[in-house]
């Protein structure tokens, strides 16, 4: 019988809902907080949403920061649905209201903050925000929802000028701080930037590790649907012959690489469709060569 993958993604994004939900709210305070009280006093425009409602306010005094930003998901919710469809907008809902509901809330109490905290020590204030972005972000993706705003724009970019997601998000963030190198000086450019580096480097420590792929060893008594999933998925494989060091039993191991951020709904579907699955997964911080992606994957869904 054919796998139904999409009942699977279905069933592991819904798993422990209200779990993921209150780190959702964790993870949107923390970036609500990093918001009032560092990125916003100081014109730190690092990207996102958040970035432009910056520039905005900057320009616009009058328009709370808050409101822009709410406002601003909403509509690309909207967008989102029509041209990237309502199970890819779903994952967004939740991150989209969530953030700017907590800008809201944590305002007053950052300007209050803002009376007793020195904010002198530019090194100190980028490394602090730096790793609350990181850790906030990093919270955000393991739970599987989207925080809306950029994320969209960056998808419809990816969508239908055909280019990578990381390209899309360097251009959509080049442009950011470029206006805010404009409007700011180049000096808050360049410490939007650094920002930007740490907030990168602690969320894929926050994911799971810190290189770019993981390497999956995977023995199992289904290797047939272990094929499948691997095939489906558009992912290169390889089957080793092998042999247990005690028992002198012959099997086959699969192995295969794939992306950080695809390593968490790898080992989920794995788990799926085989529970007893002796399953190995090391860092991979090099591939050269191997299958490319030429066809849509289900994972695209």
């Not at 792929?213 to 998925?233: A, G, H, P």
């Amino acid at each position: 019988m054919k796998i139904d993958y999409k009942e699977l993604i279905d069933e592991i994004r819904s798993k422990n809902f209200w779990a993921k939900f209150i780190v959702l709210l964790i993870g949107s305070f923390l970036l609500a907080i990093n918001f009032n009280l560092i990125l916003k006093p100081n014109n730190l425009a690092t990207g996102g949403t958040s970035g432009i409602a910056i520039i905005v306010n900057k320009l616009l005094p009058n328009i709370k920061s808050s409101t822009f930003v709410l406002v601003s998901n909403i509509v690309l919710l909207i967008v989102s649905f029509f041209l990237l469809g309502p199970k890819k907008t779903g994952l967004y809902v939740l991150g989209s209201i969530a953030y700017p509901v907590m800008m809201s809330l944590t305002e007053g109490l950052c300007v209050w903050l803002l009376d007793y905290i020195d904010l002198s020590d530019t090194l100190l204030l980028v490394v602090a925000s730096g790793a609350v972005y990181g850790t906030a972000n990093g919270l955000l993706y393991k739970t599987g929802f989207g925080s809306g705003g950029a994320d969209i724009i960056i998808q419809l970019i990816t969508k239908y000028f055909k280019i990578p997601n990381g390209t899309a998000s360097l251009i959509f963030n080049t442009c950011v701080l470029t206006t805010s190198g404009i409007l700011f000086g180049v000096n808050k450019a360049l410490l939007g930037i650094l920002i930007i580096i740490i907030n990168s480097t602690l969320i894929n420590k926050i994911m799971i590790g810190i290189s770019d792929s993981k390497t999956f060893y995977i023995q199992t008594k289904k290797i047939d649907k272990m094929v499948e999933l691997l095939s489906e998925s558009n992912a290169g494989y390889t089957i080793l012959k092998t042999e247990g060091g005690h028992t002198k039993t012959a099997n086959d191991v699969i192995m295969t690489v794939v992306s950080t951020k695809e390593y968490y709904l790898y080992e989920n579907l794995i788990r799926k469709i085989d529970p007893e699955v002796f399953l190995v997964v090391s860092d991979c911080y090099e591939v050269y060569g191997g299958k490319s992606k030429q066809k849509k994957s289900f994972l695209d869904i």
